[in-house]
T-cell receptor
Framework: NAGVTQTPKFQVLKTGQSMTLQCAQDMNHNSMYWYRQDPGMGLRLIYYSASEGTTDKGEVPNGYNVSRLNKREFSLRLESAAPSQTSVYFC????????????FGQGTRLTVV | DAKTTQPPSMDCAEGRAANLPCNHSTISGNEYVYWYRQIHSQGPQYIIHGLKNNETNEMASLIITEDRKSSTLILPHATLRDTAVYYCIADYGGATNKLIFGTGTLLAVQP
């Protein structure tokens, strides 16, 4: 059981380049999330999707776009990368019902130079 | 979502119980208390959650005060592998689950 899979695991971008971080889950979960974690900090919610076809802003959405492609996949796009977006990005998923826990991927380490 | 407050760091001797406190004085009646941990730079891992009653699983116990304004996560016999950042989150869960993380408590288990 793969759980939550993120690709790529590492990426280096130049300022102004664009890229898409991919996330897929195989647990038939309705809700999916994208977080960023800066060094020595906690996780901050970028965007989340409560169900297929819906997305909502989290705490730090500026500079990012998301797509809930289908129930399995939730992608995060950086249109014009900036050094301030250097971070570790985590994807997570959970079931819709209350009283359930979330499962996290292993992260994508992004460096913008 | 209710805000939670945790101490930034704690130490615990290996083999002893680790008691991690969390304050959530503004928690609403339908919000659960969730605990996650993050070992090194890995993705966070779910530990336990509860609403009103104390809960126990194979990893830990969760003690929630009667007024639900605070809780304690107990690792009964801490090992070096329990060294991690522990996050306490108050959330409804499910469709309204935004799962907002705070800064957590860095637990250092000492040999």
């Amino acid at each position: 059981n793969a759980g939550v899979t993120q690709t790529p695991k590492f990426q280096v971008l130049k300022t102004g380049q664009s890229m898409t971080l991919q996330c897929a889950q195989d647990m038939n979960h309705n809700s999916m999330y994208w977080y960023r974690q800066d060094p020595g900090m906690g996780l901050r919610l970028i965007y989340y999707s409560a169900s297929e076809g819906t997305t909502d802003k989290g705490e730090v959405p500026n500079g990012y776009n998301v797509s809930r492609l289908n129930k399995r996949e939730f992608s995060l796009r950086l249109e014009s990368a900036a050094p301030s977006q250097t971070s570790v990005y985590f994807c997570a998923s959970s079931q819709t019902q209350m009283n359930t826990e979330a499962f996290f991927g292993q992260g994508t380490r992004l460096t913008v130079v | 979502d209710a805000k939670t407050t945790q101490p930034p760091s704690m130490d615990c001797a290996e083999g002893r119980a680790a008691n991690l406190p969390c304050n959530h004085s503004t928690i609403s009646g339908n919000e659960y208390v969730y605990w996650y941990r993050q070992i090194h730079s890995q993705g966070p891992q779910y530990i336990i959650h509860g609403l009103k009653n104390n809960e126990t699983n194979e990893m830990a116990s969760l003690i929630i005060t009667e007024d639900r304004k605070s809780s304690t996560l107990i690792l009964p016999h801490a090992t070096l592998r329990d060294t991690a950042v522990y996050y306490c989150i108050a959330d409804y869960g499910g469709a309204t689950n935004k799962l907002i993380f705070g800064t957590g408590t860095l637990l250092a288990v000492q040999p």
